[in-house]
């Protein structure tokens, strides 16, 4: 079951006028089945079940009439049973669920290898992945919980002393910058930075997907105090902060790149085009292909995954595949021609292949799975 905290981000969708109909009418339903109960306001796990209960039964019920409507009411059971499972996304759960008698995959958990630290004299260090993270102080670098990686001083000889830590597919990490600067690193990312910032500005280089918390900083130039800017470098892109919160996604062998904002403002720019975007705080700017547009999202699911979520907002089945892919380090294609079927909610990231598998055979997606080799047939 999940958290309280967990609980309320269904209903802050709804406070905020984001939920869809289905959502609203199982959020109301929740209500009139607390108030009959009188709830008080401390709910307790046994009024939790109850109206996990009621909703289940409502949700189990409901006929889709199409093809759109039948995704909704995936998408609504997701955002119900959100509030009381913490392993389901699209379906009402596993009950009476049928699947594929040769699909093996009830054993396939992310492979949580360890992170790679690459030091700025070229050595080598496989971090503990059970450690929270890592952290920089002038003189060594460390855990977030303080205890010793290495220490730094034979670096400082070096002309431009950079540190990049990788992070194997299954696998995700949290680093704390010498500014304190904090980074969640996405599965199958690098990230290069400099051992300390310049005395002017603060430059990052990004293969992947990342979120960013930036320090405020400022400098002093000629007596006038300015914010130190921050500044992410990917392939496609470069990002420029004055201090905020965002995601950046960009694997240097994929085509799309999204950057995504949680607070303050942010610059990005395109090299290859001469074009820059601004966003504001739930905008989100993709650039496909020299193709470029701005929508609105919502960006604390968008950035979720770095709370251990593998998080979906109107995703395609590719996309579904291409997280899949590297978050259980497995090879995943689609078969198929593309619809217009957008998939939406979030499951542990700890979960097993095999209930994702489940909830998408509820999808009418089917799939086979030969070794190491996953394929989803539309």
Request: proline letters at 4%; one cysteine or more; charged letters at 20%.
């Amino acid at each position: 079951m999940l958290t309280i905290k967990e609980c309320l981000y269904l209903l802050k969708k709804y406070t905020g006028g984001k939920a869809s109909s289905a959502e609203k009418a199982l959020i109301e339903q929740a209500y009139n089945t607390m108030e009959s109960q009188q709830a008080s306001q401390e709910v307790s796990p046994e009024q939790l079940q109850i109206i996990g209960e009621t909703l289940h039964s409502r949700i189990i019920n409901m006929q889709a009439r199409s093809k759109q409507k039948r995704l909704w009411y995936y998408s609504g059971a997701a955002a119900a049973l959100l509030l009381f499972a913490s392993v389901w996304i699209w379906s009402a759960g596993d009950q009476n669920t049928e699947t594929n008698p040769n699909i093996t995959v009830e054993h396939v958990f992310p492979n949580g290898k360890a992170p790679i630290a690459i030091l700025p004299n070229g050595r080598r260090i496989h971090l503990d992945h059970i450690k929270s993270g890592i952290a920089m102080t002038p003189d060594a670098l460390l855990y977030t919980d303080g205890s010793p990686i290495t220490e730094t001083t034979d670096w400082t000889a070096l002309a431009t002393p950079l540190i990049e830590i990788i992070t194997p597919r299954g696998t995700q990490y949290h680093i704390v910058l010498e500014d304190g600067t904090k980074v969640w690193l996405n599965a199958g990312s690098r990230l290069k930075y400099p051992l300390h910032f310049h005395q002017d500005q603060r430059h990052v280089e990004l293969d992947g997907e990342a979120f960013f918390e930036v320090a405020h900083q400022q400098v002093e130039t000629e007596g006038i105090k300015r914010r130190k800017p921050f500044v992410v470098k990917t392939s496609k892109q470069q990002v420029n902060v004055l201090g905020t919160a965002f995601n950046v996604y960009d694997y240097s062998l994929e085509h799309t790149v999204r950057t995504t904002l949680l607070q303050g403002k942010v610059q990005v720019d395109y090299p290859a085009s001469d074009r820059h975007i601004d966003l504001l705080p739930n905008e989100q700017s993709t650039w496909v292909q020299g193709t470029l547009r701005k929508e609105n999202v919502d960006a604390e699911l968008v950035s979720n995954w770095r709370e251990g979520y593998l998080s979906f907002d109107e995703a395609s089945l590719s996309d579904v595949a291409t997280y899949l892919s590297r978050w259980y380090d497995i090879d995943v294609i689609v078969k198929g021609k593309p619809g217009s079927d957008k998939f939406q909610g979030r499951i542990s990231k700890q979960e097993p292949l095999s209930k994702i598998l489940r909830i998408l055979h509820e999808a009418n997606v089917k799939y086979t799975f030969d070794k190491n080799l996953l394929t989803l047939h539309l």
